[in-house]
């Protein structure tokens, strides 16, 4: 007989090697063929609901890490409620709307001019489908669940419908207006933006102080005395009307170069520093407030520049003096407003000087810098030009640099509704806890919403304008343009005359002739992903309103949640989201932003084909994706190794339990052993832990618990001391079937409670279980954790055991590095204990010598009589021993007893009862 083939030894077909960039594709076939995502929500009905509404990704080019980060821990939520008793439904969805598709479109030669704005409209919408295919597929490649091919997409005629009614009701409360003030305006993109359009990048600028001449001092400054003013923006300087100074702070009449200055006083010594005014003197002190309405001369044009009162002038830096361009500058526009002043704006849509500055005509603005200040050198008006580096605004899309210029422009008004806005940012849960914070200071500081752009492809502001130019937007035309988008779509804008757009026989007092025009705007992109809570959430019927989850980017606080709070809370008070989670941005493994020039950019496909998109999910949960997260071939490479340990525990204990059947082989807990059940008690408080990271989204908890569950109670203990058992005995045991019953609730409630983050992984395995009745394990609830009242006792005891066998490994470990043993089947273990620690060896129910994995166990007298050559450690000193008998042949362990069976020699008694009982 060989006694290897009595040993009951793992069978699983499930493989070692994940081989995922290969089996991964198998697996989603599957998925797709069974239609995965109809069956979990058909599974789910009925099911209180919950809502992670997709923030749409803009459809242009292929993903990066960051699109990664954010749909894989979109997927582990959404699969996790799934499973927790909830109806989770998943809606990806698309932003498809603005200029990055009509620059791509002009990139691939496409003429604009050409062709009708409807034409051009038309390209863009087949652009942003071809995109929206090729992000699809990379995203479900990710493992990512949901309703692909019932997407919501911004340009489809019904989300532009809801869109339309949005607009309808914030301007019918009176939050939509028209008016003219400076906006960001971006002339590389010729359009207003909005600022969460806005990006800061350093820039190199002039910086120069410029003297205005007092040409009525009104017999507080004298004619000719030079008001100094500090600016950034040369080219802003033809559009000057004013200088504005602090009604309250005190200015100083100095006495330098044979001239009078006015300077703020708490400035003077800096400005003369600046200046290289080396003699000077304060002849007196003049408050703002007694200087209002004197008039100076503009430098290069023979036109005033008043001097008025702001509160927004400040003595940090500069002079205290500001230049003022009403047309340049939201503070210049309101105090400019308050004195009467013209809006003076110079520059046209391109970013080029107009007529309106004479000399400088034709120039771009930034061009102008040079010409300008040159110019002012010439009349003697330059005191100073110095460069320096600083953060300025940039357009988000092409990255070149916005200017302040002040346009008609559509608004939506935030002052309005300022106060509900606040309530309803307090009435939502916010994950991380800042992020309460950091929206509610950008309500409460931002302006109002410009909401208007000069582009074409967009949706399109549906006002009408009389014969006198009224704007009209009624409930009926909005209605109508409603309708008709929703039966069209929003091109039929530009295929038809304001007429045809008006509800038949609308008459309006301010056109007697009948005769109307439209608008040419469309909206900003915001005010479309913005309104997708009306738009999908209340549009579909397998939705809910408000969601309860919106989940993206920490860049989202000035964008979506910011736009879609506005709309919603505009609309009904509230928020569209009862909770608010934002991660941060993916950085190389140096920290760096990843960027093509620096040639660190790690694309998701690539890691994918090459490790599989279950390490790319497992990197996802092992980060801190509430602060900016790093990745990189190492990092990939350390997840990939906790990814083979998972894998191998979950091929390990599936081996193990191939001939269990829970049916008939399963041991109630009260029959366990004492080591089982504190294995299961274990289980239990693995459960219950990764249940409540999941409930508030810590992945990384997940992470750590099931991988120090794995490394250390399982492999490092459970499974190691296992093998003397399940290997060993009989397959009806009660010892083995023991082991096995907590072996079989582990597997199975690890792979359930890591399918949100390895669903790939799980299922494959699943597929090779023989006791299961559903399909998937996507199918399947997360596991329960138990109580039971024998676990407080049985914690208490087996802490201090498991403490005296830490004591035995380190002593088992010297003892090797002694060479007195090999192996630590070769040793013989006596320990000596504390006294408070012998009632743990009263009994017979626990094996010492297998839960240390030696030979032979024996307990000696108390700690304190132990022998010199024993090892003292904490809770124990421990002897270390060659074992005395001969090795079994077939358990490996060292045995007096190997022999004396006549029938199998070279066998112990334990390992001749086995095979005598179950093998002959």
Known sequence: MEYKDTLLMPKTDFPMRGNLPVKEVDIQAKWAEMDIYKKVQERTAGRPFFVLHDG???????????????????????????????????????????LPIEQALTNKGVKRKEMSLAEFRKLCEEYAYEQISNQRTQFKRIGVRGDWENPYVTLTPAFESRQIEVFGAMAKKGYIYKGLKPVYWSPSSESALAEAEIEYQDKKSPSIYVSFAVTDGKGILDEGTKIIIWTTTPWTIPANLAISLHPAVEYAVV??????????????????????????????TVVGKDMDRLVAKHPLYDRDSLVILGEHVTTESGTGCVHTAPGHGEDDFYVGKAYGLDVLCPVDDRGVMTAEAPGFEGLFYDTANKAITEALEEVGALEKLTFFTHSYPHDWRTKKPVIYRATAQWFASIESFRDELLQAIRDTSFTPAWGETRLYNMIRDRGDWCISRQRVWGVPIPVFYAEDGEPILTEQTISHVSKLFREHGSNIWFQKEAKELLPEGFTHPSSPNGIFTKETDIMDVWFDSGSSHQGVLEERDDLVFPADLYLEGSDQYRGWFNSSLITSTAMFGHAPYKGLLSHGFTLDGNGRKMSKSLGNVIVPSKVINQLGADIVRLWVASVDYTADVRVSDAIFKQVSEVYRKIRNTFRFLHGNVSDFHPENNRVEFKDLREVDQYMYMKLQEVIKTVEAAYERYDFAS???????????????????????VVYIYGQDDHERRAMQTVMYDTLLALLKLMTPILPHTTDELWAYLENKTEESIQLTDMPKAIEDPAFEALAAKWDKIMELRDDVLKALEEARNAKTIGKSLEAKVTLYVKDELKVLFDTDAIDFAQLFIVSQFALGGAQQDAPENSLALENA???????????????????????????????C???????EKHYI
């Open 702 to 724: 997940v992470y750590h618990i099931v991988n120090n569950f794995v490394s250390g109670e399982l492999s490092s203990f459970y499974l190691d001391i296992a093998k003397d």
């Open 877 to 907: 000193s421990v002897l270390v021993e060659k074992a005395d008998g001969e090795k079994c042949e077939r358990c490996w362990t060292i045995s007096e007893t190997v022999g004396t069976n006549e029938k199998h020699p070279t066998l």
């Open 255 to 284: 006495q330098a170069k044979d001239s009078k200055f006015v300077v703020a006083k708490d400035l003077v010594e800096s400005v003369a520093t600046e200046l290289g005014w080396e003699e000077y003197s304060v002849e007196r």
């Open 56 to 98: 749409p990704p803009y459809a242009n080019g292929d993903l990066h890490m960051g699109h990664a980060l954010n749909k894989v821990l979109k997927d582990m939520i959404v699969r996790y409620k799934s499973m927790s008793g909830f109806n989770a439904p998943y809606v990806p969805g698309w932003d498809t709307h603005g």
């Open 909 to 915: 008694t334990r390992c001749a009862e086995v095979v």
